[in-house]
């Protein structure tokens, strides 16, 4: 079984910056698209940021586009996403997850899974 363990997230104010990590139980991900998303209260898992491991595809989300990078430890089986900018609007709990597809590249949440449990990002005005 896989298992993707977020950390880094925390309070910070508005303008700030956060490092989130993705650590993978296991290196078997070459080829996969992993992906970031978040999931603010009362509102739906939204797509962030993805990433094809062993690869050179990136997609950001149009609002975090320019603030956030995703990164990758091959050595470490760790993806990090790098927020910058951070603004009360990405307050959200951050997930990450594969994707189901060999070099399958989405934002649908349905094609995602072995999801972490999330590690809570809270941004101050």
């Known amino acids: 079984q896989v298992q993707l363990v977020e950390s880094g997230g925390g309070l910070v104010q508005a303008g700030g910056s956060l490092r989130l990590s993705c650590a993978a139980s296991?290196?078997?991900?070459?080829?996969?698209?992993m992906g970031w998303f978040r999931q603010a209260p009362g509102k739906e898992r939204e797509f962030v940021a993805a990433m094809i491991w062993g690869g050179s595809y990136t997609d950001y989300a149009d609002s975090v586009k320019g603030r956030f990078t995703a990164s990758r430890d091959n050595a470490k089986n760790t993806m990090y996403l790098q927020m910058n900018d951070l603004k009360p609007e990405d307050t959200a709990v951050y997930y990450c997850?594969?994707?189901?597809?060999?070099?399958?590249?989405?934002?649908?949440?349905?094609?995602?899974?072995?999801w972490g449990q999330g590690t809570q990002v809270t941004v101050s005005s």
């Open positions: 296991r290196d078997f991900f070459m080829g996969y698209t």
């Open positions: 997850a594969v994707h189901q597809t060999y070099y399958g590249r989405s934002r649908n949440v349905d094609d995602y899974h072995y």
